[in-house]
């Protein structure tokens, strides 16, 4: 399975981008998705979750901005991302976690975000 982000660019502060992520396999064969980020000399973060059954989860700093979802149909996750900050920059990857006892975890090329003032 392959995973493969897009969407990235750059955007004013206040803007608004969507990302995609494009699965080769059955997004519905995923029990989670998810989006991290790493900015700069930081660590990878999540910043969204979409799991399979229940309520997607996001950081504090993004909730009410992000909005995560899948479309099984079509196979590919989104993060509609309004309001962007500064702080929002960063390259951001897409993520799956197969199914099972010892699921498989994918990830997929990150696409960079910069905001800017």
């Known amino acids: 399975v392959q995973l493969q982000a897009s969407g990235g660019g750059l955007v004013q502060a206040g803007g608004s981008l969507r990302l995609s992520c494009a699965a080769s396999?059955?997004?519905?064969?995923?029990?989670?998705m998810a989006w991290y980020r790493q900015a700069p000399g930081k660590q990878r973060e999540v910043v969204a979750i979409?799991?399979?059954?229940?309520?997607?989860g996001y950081i504090d700093s993004v909730k009410g901005r992000f909005t995560i979802s899948r479309d099984n149909a079509k196979n590919t996750m989104y993060l509609q991302m309004n309001n962007l900050k500064l702080e929002d920059t960063a390259v951001y990857f897409c993520?799956?976690?197969?199914?099972?006892?010892?699921?498989?975890?994918?990830w997929g090329q990150g696409t960079e975000v910069t905001v800017s003032s």
């Open positions: 993520n799956a976690e197969g199914r099972g006892r010892n699921p498989d975890i994918y």
């Open positions: 979409h799991p399979n059954a229940g309520s997607p």
């Open positions: 396999g059955r997004t519905i064969d995923f029990n989670i």
